[in-house]
């Protein structure tokens, strides 16, 4: 982009999340990303090794503000019956000022962990789940 209109820079306020087709009104970020793995190929009469693509892997994390124990109670009881559960995702993100929507949905996801309890006197309770999933789509970029 040659340029832009200060405005247009989307601000983290309007982001929304849905976990499962459930509404997550107390969620405070959300972060997805894809890392891309490299093997190294050793090249004749090269000093460089060039880098053939081998693996790709997504991860991420939601921070919430702790309201319910709806994602640690899910979560909870699929390993407790030995079972990991696949959740989906999908986050919004679609500041007024800006132009226009993005959605991203991911597929497959597997929380590493349940937050059965966690707080501190005289502070408001967060909870922080890291995440992998299998696949991912963008449903609307900008």
Same mark, same amino acid.
């Given at each position: 982009m040659e340029g832009f209109v200060s405005d247009q820079v989307i601000n983290g306020t309007w982001g929304e999340l849905w976990v499962d087709d459930t509404y997550m009104a107390e969620v405070?970020?959300? =972060? @997805?990303?894809?890392?891309?793995?490299y093997t190294p190929i050793s090249r004749a009469r090269s000093l460089? %090794? *060039?880098?053939?693509?081998?693996?790709?892997?997504?991860?991420?994390?939601? =921070? @919430?503000?702790?309201?319910s124990s709806f994602?640690?109670?899910?979560?909870?009881?699929?390993?407790? %019956? *030995?079972?990991v559960p696949n959740f989906k995702i999908i986050s919004k993100?679609?500041?007024?000022?800006?132009?226009?929507?993005?959605?991203?949905?991911a597929y497959g996801?597997?929380?590493?962990?349940?937050?059965?309890a966690n707080w501190e006197h005289g502070k408001?309770?967060?909870?922080?789940?890291?995440?992998t999933c299998e696949d991912w789509d963008y449903i609307d970029a900008i």
């Amino acid at each position: 982009m040659e340029g832009f209109v200060s405005d247009q820079v989307i601000n983290g306020t309007w982001g929304e999340l849905w976990v499962d087709d459930t509404y997550m009104a107390e969620v405070t970020s959300f =972060k @997805l990303e894809i890392n891309a793995k490299y093997t190294p190929i050793s090249r004749a009469r090269s000093l460089m %090794n *060039g880098q053939k693509l081998t693996e790709v892997e997504a991860k991420g994390e939601v =921070k @919430l503000h702790k309201i319910s124990s709806f994602l640690a109670k899910k979560v909870s009881d699929g390993l407790k %019956n *030995g079972k990991v559960p696949n959740f989906k995702i999908i986050s919004k993100l679609a500041d007024p000022a800006g132009l226009g929507t993005e959605r991203v949905v991911a597929y497959g996801c597997k929380f590493d962990k349940a937050i059965l309890a966690n707080w501190e006197h005289g502070k408001n309770a967060e909870e922080s789940y890291s995440f992998t999933c299998e696949d991912w789509d963008y449903i609307d970029a900008i």
